[in-house]
């Protein structure tokens, strides 16, 4: 059976990333489509906002990456077991969003909880501190057992090592 779901984005993690490791961590099939920068000018004006990632599921198509992440993430089970460790997971996210430099939130993330999509937006922009500051998280031990909960993770170790080689 063709999968439910159609993610559309350029090749690269990026903007798709966390669905793509949401997807992977519950084991849900989607089309992984990755369109080349020359098709995008035909593309753009049938996407609700002009802009990249969407996803189509029942005939509707939705932008906002961390609009999408979050829906799959509820639609796969992965966005909080109550609403309070749904709002929590959701600060996280925004935390990790208005991030991108700044590094104060990673620090106060807390971290024995169980696997949510809180913790793959994590991974997904710390990998890429860590590409280059590899002794980022030396200091913070609870933060790097964090990082290893999701690498052990069977389903992201497979995503991890069939996805796409990209720059980004
Ligand atoms: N806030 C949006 C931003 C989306 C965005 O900036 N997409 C870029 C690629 S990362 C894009 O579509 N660029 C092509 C364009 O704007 O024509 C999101 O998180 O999805």
Redesign the pocket.
């Known amino acids: 059976m063709a999968p439910k779901y159609r993610l559309v984005?350029?090749n690269?993690r990026?903007?798709?990333e966390p669905t793509r490791l949401v997807f992977a961590a519950a084991g849900v099939d989607y089309e992984d489509v990755r369109i080349q920068r020359n098709e995008?000018?035909g593309l753009?004006p049938n996407?609700p906002?002009?802009?990249?990632?969407v996803l189509e599921v029942g005939g509707v198509t939705i932008?906002?990456?961390?609009?999408?992440a979050r829906y799959v993430a509820k639609e796969t089970g992965l966005a909080g077991k109550t609403i309070l460790e749904q709002a929590q997971a959701d600060m996280l996210v925004d935390g990790l969003?208005d991030l991108r430099g700044k590094q104060a939130v990673i620090r106060k993330a807390p971290e024995d909880r169980k696997l949510t999509w809180a913790d793959l937006v994590f991974y997904d922009v710390t990998s890429k501190v860590l590409a280059v500051l590899p002794g980022a998280l030396d200091d913070l031990p609870k933060l790097s057992k964090v990082m290893g909960t999701v690498t052990a993770n069977e389903r992201i170790a497979k995503w991890l090592a069939k996805r796409p080689d990209t720059p980004h």
């Not at 906002?49 to 990632?53: E, F, S």
């Not at 932008?63 to 999408?68: L, P, R, V």
Request: aromatic share 14%; with cysteine; proline share 9%.
């Open positions: 984005y350029f690269v990026a903007r798709a995008w000018p753009k996407t906002m002009g802009q990249l990632p932008c906002q990456s961390m609009a999408i969003d």
